[in-house]
């Protein structure tokens, strides 16, 4: 089953993540099919939090992927910001 969540980048004590599409059994920070944007906790100044091909994670959900909670929680929330602008 393919599953959207995010993968771990960056250095110690500096999170970054990659959201990512990929195989429920791979690992955490494995193999992935397709790399669909990225999640920065610490973005600071004029650094973007959240980049996400939207086009991108509904053409992997009408295939039938499973999307992880905290992924489909920002999606959701970009989608939001995005309405609101």
């Not at 110690?12 to 920065?40: C, M, Q, W």
């Amino acid at each position: 089953m393919v599953k959207i969540r995010l993968a771990r980048a960056g250095a110690k004590k500096r999170p970054f993540y990659h959201v990512v599409a990929t195989e429920s059994r791979s690992s955490r920070d494995g193999r992935f099919i397709e790399r669909l944007g990225y999640y920065n906790p610490n973005a600071k100044g004029g650094e973007q939090r959240l980049v996400v091909d939207q086009a991108r994670v509904d053409y992997w959900k009408g295939q039938g992927a499973q999307i992880s909670e905290r992924v489909a929680f920002l999606v959701k929330g970009a989608v939001a910001a995005e309405q609101a602008a």
